[in-house]
């Protein structure tokens, strides 16, 4: 059985984390789209899996649910 702290570091994709580090530093979901080199909507459908995943019904509360779970860091 996976540890509380093991499953929560695989609770995000790769990406997922990438968008989400990037929303963090106050970029739009065209600033994304345009530094990943990805369609916009892409960006979008990212942030609602992660979104879905958490239980969430935004963006805000996504950041700070995964603050919380140390899944993001402000640095």
Known sequence: MLSER???RSLLTGRER???QLLV???STK???LQLKINEKTVRNHISNT???L???GRSQAILEL???GELSLD
């Open 6 to 8: 093991a499953h929560h």
């Open 18 to 20: 990438e968008i989400f």
């Open 25 to 27: 530093r106050d970029n």
């Open 31 to 33: 600033d994304i789209s």
């Open 51 to 53: 979104i879905q995943k």
């Open 55 to 57: 239980g969430v019904s």
């Open 67 to 69: 603050l919380r779970l």
